[in-house]
């Protein structure tokens, strides 16, 4: 697409937006258009629509926004058509939601703003997004979708639960990526979670999971997930992880369960002979949020490349967590730990403008830290981390 073609796209969009609750009228407008004109597709929904009208106004701005970044939007697109598979979605499927999200659009800003000029461009641009999905789904061979076994389930605090699956038919996946997950007790409510370990050939697999309060899905799996459940996967998403043979040091933060993928990354580094140093800051609000520092300690002790720094945000645990009174044991390879807000105790070491940067946490964890770094002087083409939706 040529730059005019783009600006047209970008400008339309970003006119809906900019507008009070203008995305949010754009999503129900999009999706009443959709199941009124395409009765068909309402049943690749779930009933509750709230969390997806929101995924797909960040989706649809993550995609705009790297439209002149063909490196990066294509991938993306590739990994997403791969995954659309897992509901059974048809080449048919992307004409109904590029017709109803141009529809949809012109409601929102207007016959005189909606020119054939701007018509045309979307119509360029939707279809160059569709193709590269609807290649990348055609000539995947992997399954749609792979049917995972519950095996354990372990409550680390009251709202945080460890669960391991057993795959039907073992999985390849980058350590760093993250999964598509469909629970018994929420069918058609697709959860994104980030396996804690790599790929392996025994197809075994372990997440962890925070309940989110208000949330539909995490509070269903912490709460009523049972030893025997039958889960469904999608196909694997992301592009965080280390290439083989890097030169570069790394530097990564995490916070809550966002230890998962980069835990699994480290874990497959140190299968390998030769790594660069990495620097791993692990948050929480509370000491007892720092979960899985016994692995962590175990992995910085067997392997020196690897630094581990935690930090609380408070000094105490909180209110609610039973502590049994014994002495805390100091666990071996790990930093002291450090207090106050993760970004702001990473970004007082400085500009790290040595490091490969990787963040993993809730958006406002990642944007956070993201902007301390970026003004302590860390390069903004050196931070990575998955689309924040």
């Given at each position: 697409?040529?730059s005019r073609?783009?600006?047209?796209?970008?400008t339309?969009?970003?006119?809906?937006?900019?507008?009070?609750?203008?995305?949010?009228?754009?999503?129900?407008?999009?999706?009443?258009?959709?199941?009124?004109?395409?009765?068909?597709?309402?049943d690749?929904f779930?009933?509750?629509?709230?969390?997806?009208?929101?995924?797909?106004?960040?989706?649809?701005?993550?995609?705009l926004?790297?439209?002149?970044?063909?490196d990066?939007?294509?991938?993306?697109l590739?990994?997403?058509?791969?995954?659309?598979?897992?509901?059974?979605?048809?080449?048919?499927?992307?004409?109904?939601v590029?017709?109803?999200?141009?529809?949809?659009?012109?409601?929102?800003?207007?016959d005189?703003?909606?020119?054939?000029?701007?018509?045309?461009?979307?119509?360029?641009?939707?279809?160059?997004?569709?193709?590269?999905?609807i290649?990348?789904?055609?000539?995947e061979?992997s399954?749609?979708?792979?049917?995972?076994t519950?095996?354990e389930c372990?409550?680390?605090?009251?709202?945080?639960?460890?669960?391991?699956?057993?795959?039907?038919?073992?999985?390849?996946?980058?350590?760093?990526?993250?999964?598509s997950?469909?629970?018994?007790?929420?069918p058609?409510?697709?959860?994104?979670l980030?396996?804690?370990?790599?790929?392996?050939?025994?197809?075994?697999i372990?997440?962890?999971?925070?309940?989110v309060?208000g949330?539909?899905?995490?509070?269903?799996?912490?709460s009523?997930?049972?030893?025997g459940?039958?889960?469904?996967?999608?196909?694997?998403?992301?592009?965080l992880?280390?290439?083989?043979?890097?030169k570069?040091?790394?530097?990564m933060i995490?916070?809550?369960?966002?230890?998962?993928?980069?835990?699994?990354?480290?874990?497959?580094?140190?299968?390998?002979?030769?790594?660069?140093?990495v620097?791993?800051?692990?948050?929480?609000?509370?000491p007892?949020?720092l979960y899985?520092?016994?692995?962590?300690?175990?992995?910085?002790?067997?392997?020196?490349?690897?630094?581990?720094?935690?930090?609380?945000?408070h000094?105490?645990?909180?209110?609610?967590?039973y502590?049994?009174?014994?002495?805390?044991v100091?666990?071996?390879?790990?930093?002291?730990?450090?207090?106050?807000?993760?970004?702001?105790?990473?970004?007082?070491?400085?500009?790290?403008?040595?490091?490969?940067?990787?963040?993993v946490?809730?958006p406002?964890?990642?944007?956070?830290?993201k902007?301390?770094l970026?003004?302590?002087g860390?390069?903004?083409?050196s931070?990575?981390?998955?689309?924040?939706?």
């Amino acid at each position: 697409m040529d730059s005019r073609t783009v600006a047209l796209i970008r400008t339309t969009f970003k006119a809906v937006a900019a507008e009070e609750g203008g995305s949010e009228t754009l999503a129900r407008s999009f999706y009443s258009i959709l199941f009124t004109d395409y009765p068909g597709v309402r049943d690749f929904f779930p009933a509750a629509m709230d969390a997806q009208r929101d995924r797909l106004v960040h989706a649809i701005s993550y995609a705009l926004d790297r439209l002149e970044e063909p490196d990066k939007l294509l991938p993306f697109l590739a990994q997403l058509g791969r995954d659309h598979r897992k509901y059974g979605v048809q080449p048919a499927h992307y004409v109904a939601v590029a017709n109803s999200l141009k529809s949809a659009i012109r409601g929102c800003v207007g016959d005189e703003m909606w020119t054939d000029e701007v018509a045309a461009a979307w119509d360029e641009g939707l279809a160059n997004i569709s193709g590269a999905m609807i290649g990348a789904a055609d000539k995947e061979t992997s399954p749609a979708a792979w049917t995972a076994t519950v095996v354990e389930c372990r409550e680390v605090l009251r709202n945080l639960s460890i669960v391991r699956v057993q795959l039907e038919h073992p999985m390849e996946y980058a350590a760093g990526q993250y999964i598509s997950v469909q629970v018994p007790s929420r069918p058609r409510m697709w959860r994104y979670l980030s396996p804690a370990n790599p790929a392996n050939s025994n197809g075994e697999i372990e997440f962890h999971i925070r309940s989110v309060l208000g949330g539909w899905v995490s509070p269903a799996i912490v709460s009523h997930t049972t030893v025997g459940d039958q889960w469904l996967l999608g196909a694997p998403l992301g592009g965080l992880g280390v290439p083989r043979n890097t030169k570069r040091k790394m530097l990564m933060i995490g916070c809550g369960t966002g230890i998962a993928p980069l835990r699994a990354q480290i874990m497959a580094m140190a299968q390998r002979r030769v790594n660069p140093k990495v620097h791993l800051f692990v948050g929480g609000h509370h000491p007892c949020d720092l979960y899985d520092l016994q692995v962590l300690s175990q992995l910085a002790v067997a392997n020196k490349w690897l630094t581990v720094t935690p930090v609380t945000e408070h000094e105490e645990n909180p209110w609610w967590y039973y502590d049994s009174g014994e002495p805390q044991v100091e666990l071996p390879g790990l930093e002291p730990r450090m207090t106050g807000q993760i970004g702001k105790v990473v970004a007082a070491f400085g500009p790290w403008a040595d490091r490969d940067v990787q963040i993993v946490g809730s958006p406002s964890m990642v944007q956070t830290t993201k902007f301390r770094l970026m003004a302590a002087g860390t390069q903004a083409k050196s931070i990575r981390h998955d689309p924040l939706f």
